[in-house]
Structure formats: structure tokens, C-alpha cells
């Protein structure tokens, strides 16, 4: 009796059958781009805005007014390419017209009720 060595050959990881086409890919890759420092600045401003528009309107309505030029300048700064955060610009931009209005009204309304 003599031990014959085995034929077969186990298949590479590239060859091996998977049960899906999704199955096969590649592994994830680091976004390389840079976050702009102002989109997130705005984003960031507009939320503290929104709520600082409710419980006290003055600063709302100053964080509401830094958010819209922050934001402002980061979809600028974006247009180039060399930077990303294109969705944090445009949230801090409408998040700092939101807590403008906000502030607004919730100044009008409380004049209103002192007045009255």
C-alpha cells in the first residue's frame, strides 16, 4: 500500500463559487478627500441655532446669521473639489435660515404677549 499523495487542489479565494455576485468585492477604500472645517461649523451652529431659536431668540437669531455665512462660504470653498462636505454646508445653511425665522417669530409673539 502506498500513499499517494492527493490531486486535489483547493481553489483560490478568486476561484471559490459564492452564493451571491455581491459577495465578491473589494475592500473598502478611505474616503481621501478633506471635511471642510466651515460646512461642518455651519451644520454644527445652525442645530445649537434651531434649538436656541425657541428658548432664547437672540441667540438664535446670531447663531441662525453665523450658520447662513458659514455656510455660504463652505459651498464656495466646495466648489473646487478639493474638499468635501457639500451635504454639511447646505444642512448648516437651511438649519441657520430655520432658527432666523424661528427667532423672529418667537420674538414677535413674545412682544405680543408682554404688550397685550
Given at each position: 500500500m502506498s500513499a499517494q499523495p492527493s490531486t486535489?487542489?483547493?481553489p483560490s479565494s478568486d476561484q471559490r463559487s459564492s452564493a451571491s455576485p455581491l459577495d465578491v468585492h473589494s475592500s473598502?477604500?478611505?474616503?481621501?478627500?478633506?471635511?471642510?472645517?466651515?460646512?461642518?461649523?455651519a451644520m454644527v451652529l445652525g442645530i445649537?441655532?434651531?434649538?436656541?431659536?425657541?428658548?432664547?431668540?437672540?441667540?438664535g437669531l446670531i447663531l441662525g446669521i453665523i450658520a447662513i455665512v458659514f455656510g455660504q462660504q463652505a459651498r464656495k470653498e466646495l466648489v473646487s473639489g478639493h474638499k468635501s462636505g457639500r451635504g454639511q454646508a447646505q444642512a448648516g445653511f437651511v438649519l441657520?435660515?430655520?432658527?432666523?425665522?424661528?427667532?423672529?417669530?418667537?420674538?414677535?409673539?413674545?412682544?405680543?404677549?408682554?404688550?397685550s
Open positions: 486535489t487542489t483547493e473598502p477604500v478611505a474616503d481621501t478627500k478633506q471635511r471642510s472645517g466651515k460646512a461642518t461649523a445649537i441655532g434651531v434649538l436656541g431659536a425657541f428658548l432664547l431668540p437672540l441667540l441657520g435660515i430655520v432658527a432666523v425665522i424661528g427667532s423672529i417669530i418667537n420674538m414677535i409673539v413674545t412682544a405680543a404677549i408682554i404688550a
